[in-house]
């Protein structure tokens, strides 16, 4: 998609000197090591739950792992840790973490609607 856009915009402004789009082998940023069996290690390591485990490995790739050592232990048999934001959704309390001290998120509305997805509606400035 990205090379897709590249070539648009060169042939768009008639970039006659531009270089061969690269992203091909560009890795993003987690994807050092990544596999996709990856969120089982998680799932032994954390006794986190297995949805959860895949939804990190999918959002965060290897920095799953740090998502994952920054949650707290839930109380429950199972899963032992990663607690929920809410019931329904996979996202967990360690994700919130992360966001402010490694993507330095600054506010609530910040972490949950743009990190989340969660879509909030609320009155105020």
């Not at 070539?7 to 992203?23: E, G, I, K, S, Y």
């Not at 739950?49 to 232990?73: F, P």
């Not at 934001?85 to 490694?102: C, D, F, Q, T």
Request: hydrophobic share 35%; aromatic share 12%.
């Amino acid at each position: 998609m990205a090379e897709d856009t590249i070539d648009a915009a060169v042939q768009h402004f008639n970039l006659t000197h531009a270089r061969p789009c690269r992203t091909k082998g560009l890795k993003l940023i987690g994807a050092e090591g990544w596999r996709p069996t990856l969120y089982l290690p998680l799932i032994q390591m954390y006794g986190i739950d297995t949805d959860v485990a895949k939804h990190l490995v999918e959002s965060y790739g290897n920095r799953a792992w740090t998502v994952a050592s920054m949650t707290e232990i839930t109380g429950e048999r199972w899963p032992v840790r990663g607690v929920r934001l809410s019931k329904m959704y996979r996202y967990i309390e360690g994700e919130v973490r992360y966001a402010v001290h490694y993507e330095y998120a600054e506010t609530a509305i910040d972490v949950l609607a743009r990190r989340t997805r969660y879509r909030l509606k609320y009155r105020g400035s």
